[in-house]
């Protein structure tokens, strides 16, 4: 039974120029940590995602509803966590706030990140494996469909999952080779062109075949002649990704768009404003065979549906540390198959927690393993850090989902 | 120049069945509301509305962005209005909580309108008086065109404007002869059948034209019942809106809709999430002529500018105490202008502060004085109350946007 619950503000100041984006100059690498104490003497710990400023409020929010969790056994939270995550992310007064989306939402995610960690503690195994080892049904308990009927109930999931079920034994031989990764710390923004160069060098080195650059500058020349230098330094081979995190708007994305076409990028990443469905649909028709990737600040699925379903999004980038947490991040995971669309996460969570999920949506859904972004510059702070070799992720084999941080 | 700022957490609980839509059973109306104290004696001050829980989140987010009013003239941060609400909310490490939705985006509607209060105060005008002696270019200079240019401009803004210059003469009338109203109240969900047509006489008696009645029951059979109840009521002339408060998921909107069409609504609002785009567009083309309305939950004009492009919403009930403020407002209305589509408010603010706005948006952007809807649940906390007469309001002549609490 959990018998107490804390909340913590967790900011981690960063290196100079580590981090930063067209948008994003200066921040502070943040969580709200949930804590759910256990009597048997297991921690739940769930983590959402913030730039510093503000990390006190989803806090605050995360506090709210964790409180209610008091007394209760997580067994009991998680075989009807559907239901659950229904009635608080519209809980009558707060929804005002949201819904679903923005701080109420960010402090959702975190609570219920805590519940799928306590509950994979309590059970003593990683937390891709006690997904695994759910039944279909039991899975899709823990998930919410409400505003998807249109393209998926809870029995096309269910569906779905079983479907997919024949095939998983072929698809678990990534537990042992491990879940690839790819560099998004090679390009940041302030970085200068020699830097660039040197990280690009360094990260084929370390056995990466995909790595990141920073596009959105105010001159959109920087932009073009930085990609085409890294193209250069990288070869034709190496997947390289372009993002723009959001400083277009859509008549410059287009123009900007076509002349980075030639570099052959392997996908342009955060265009324009993340609610702009129409600007993406529109872009994406333009600028194909290039193709979109967008998530990082998608809040929720009905936002995500939307995404699908113009056909905007060629990879979906949900972060399960800004939507509702684990649960939400499945349920658009699920979607997403429907759509045929990959879901490549951003990891604000560092992917301590992703490299979890990930494993699950390739298993479990068939979800093609591409590559899981992989930032290091928190890796001192957790418990049990994520293990990257040769550009690969080690699967996890501490029990939960390895969030837990040091001295939180 | 602005010496100090305060930011006060005020919540009024209401009578027992008042405001209660399909949604939200136990609303304690709410206001995060931002003082800017000025050193010739003036008070500006704004509100963002909540439901209660989570109103504080909102104050402490709101007060973030007041403290850096300190020691600036009113009259400087209005001459670049447009400029400092592009450069705030998109704050570097704050913007990562929306970006422009959720508690940042209410909190800066909060200190937004503090702004154009204290600056109609300074000037010793009503707001609407104030907006309507602005040049063309100085109303353009407190507003910002970002991730619209593919729609408006501040060039096509200004040109929009300078163009309907020559008919506002026309349509000052409207200044003696007052906007018409609606009530809202006449439905509330938790309302008996014999409240419901009671309060339709005591509506028609009071002389409004224009009645809403709320929605979106779990069964769909006394959504129906209720309102052809209500159309019996009222007869055949009367404007009845329908509300569904987002309870639908599209195939029930469907179905539900359908069912309602030969009752004729003006406008059925909110069928489903505020955020689907996709489900409103495909619903408003199954169920035309039958009209859609939505905006009370609609956070920024990115999002507006989607349901505009769509065609899915045929009235636009942007809220200025629920978007980026007054700024917004007058953003999204244009939008909205150029698109022929009317707007009309939601009234978190019960009317105080859109009794002006929509005042503005008729005589100098051309909309159409449709109707403003009427909520008298607060009347008696606001210093100067909206007065309304035959079911219509009298322009307000006190300086300011008519928004000071007593007691606050």
Redesign the interface.
Known sequence: MIYKVAVQDARYPLDKSAGSDA??????YSYAVTQLLDEGGWTGTGLAF?????N???C??AN?YAQRLIGHDIEAVMADFGNLFRAWS?????????????????ALASVTNACYDLWAKKRGVPLWKLLLDLSPEALVQTLDF?????EMTAEDALALLTSQQNDRRSREGILQSGYPGYDTSVGWFNYSDEQVRSNCQQALDAGFSAIKLKVGSEDAERDIRRAYLLREVAGPEVKIMLDAN?QW????AKAVCKKLAAMNPFWIEEP????????HQ?LAQEIAPVKLALGE?V??K??F??YL??QSAAFIQVDAVRVGGVSEFLTISLLSKKFGIPVVPHVGDMGQLHQHLVLFNHIAMGHKALFLEHIPHLKKHFVHPVRINHGVYETPQEPGSSCDLLGV
Chains 1, 2 share one sequence.
């Open positions: 948008i994003h100059r200066d921040p502070v913030t730039l510093g400023a503000g006190d409020l989803v605050q929010a709210y519209n809980d009558p007064q707060f929804r005002w706030l949201g819904p679903h989306k923005g701080v109420v939402h960010l409400s505003y998807l009927e249109d959001q708007n859509l008549p410059k324009t404003h993340p609610d702009d469905i129409q600007a529109t600040h809040p929720n009905v936002l549906k939307n379903q113009t």
